[in-house]
């Protein structure tokens, strides 16, 4: 299905690149996920925030269909996932992620293709031009054809997101891409996610930083196994409904540590007086 197809009006709710009702996950009686209601519009840069174990990557798992829900349905652009697979860019955690698998860089971009060029053909000229534009895209082209495993966490964080760019895919998802990289990868996937979001793409990010959403994120969800809130950045992110997901915990991860205040002046030095 092409990028610009058509919707059809009577799919369920095809105006939100990404639809969940009434979804509910649990990890034997434990409830992960629990009565989730969310829309993102298309277009937008969003971030998914909460503390840790509050299902924001279940979340991520469930919407792709790796995790299979006790009730409730996810959505994409009004279709089921399973008729989304090739429209959806996905870049994991690192974690989750075999690194000792004997592969190079461009053989994992490359991988981006195999829905569009079949699993048993071999990429062409044309498919590997356009791994390597990936590539280059992230300052990676250099590292085509180093083993995967020989990489930084950055580098290798730079490599799976070009295997999501290279699928030209109009929603991008991504868990956690800042996590232990550093600040030079950091600032290369923000201004690439921008870029994409501002030529019509969806971003969808689960983030860790709380000092960073208000200036690099649009749209905002805010969740602690239900959604707490969710819109636009400038209305949802408020003291208040972090402190709803956070708890006492806010003070410590949600601003830096302030200054120590100046030294007071020594009363015993007068400004007229000349000093040794």
């Known amino acids: 299905m092409p990028v610009d197809a058509p919707l059809d009006p009577a799919l369920h709710e095809p105006q939100f690149a990404l639809h969940v009702e009434d979804l509910t996950v649990s990890y034997g009686a434990t409830p992960a996920l629990w009565d989730i209601d969310l829309d993102i519009p298309p277009g937008v840069m969003a971030a998914i925030i909460g503390p840790n174990g509050s299902g924001k990557s279940t979340l991520l798992k469930t919407a792709l269909g790796l995790v299979k829900p ?85 580098q290798q964080q730079r490599v799976f997101l070009a295997r999501a760019l ?19 990868t950091e600032a290369v996937i923000f201004d690439l996610l921008k870029r994409l979001r501002d030529q019509g793409r969806t971003v969808i990010v689960v983030h860790h930083d709380l000092t960073t959403v208000q200036s690099h994120f649009d749209w905002l969800v805010i969740m602690n196994v239900r959604v707490i809130a969710q819109g636009p950045v400038a209305q949802v992110y408020t003291p208040e409904n972090l402190r709803a997901a956070y708890g006492r915990h806010l003070a410590m991860i949600a601003a830096p540590p302030a200054p120590p205040p100046p030294a007071p002046p020594d009363p015993s030095l007068d400004e007229t007086t000349p000093l040794p």
């Open 166 to 184: 290279v699928q030209e895919a109009p929603i991008l998802i991504l868990d956690e891409p800042m996590a232990g990289v550093d600040a030079a």
């Open 70 to 154: 006790v009730a409730g349905h996810v959505r994409f652009l009004g279709f089921p996932v399973a008729q989304m697979r090739g429209r959806i860019g996905y870049v994991p955690q690192r974690q989750a992620v075999d690194w000792d698998f004997p592969t190079t860089a461009r053989d994992v971009v490359e991988m981006g293709l195999y829905r569009s060029l079949g699993w048993f053909r071999r990429p062409g000229r044309a498919a590997r031009a356009r791994a390597m534009a990936a590539l280059a895209e992230l300052g990676m082209q250099d590292y085509a054809e180093r083993q995967i495993s020989q990489l930084s966490g950055g």
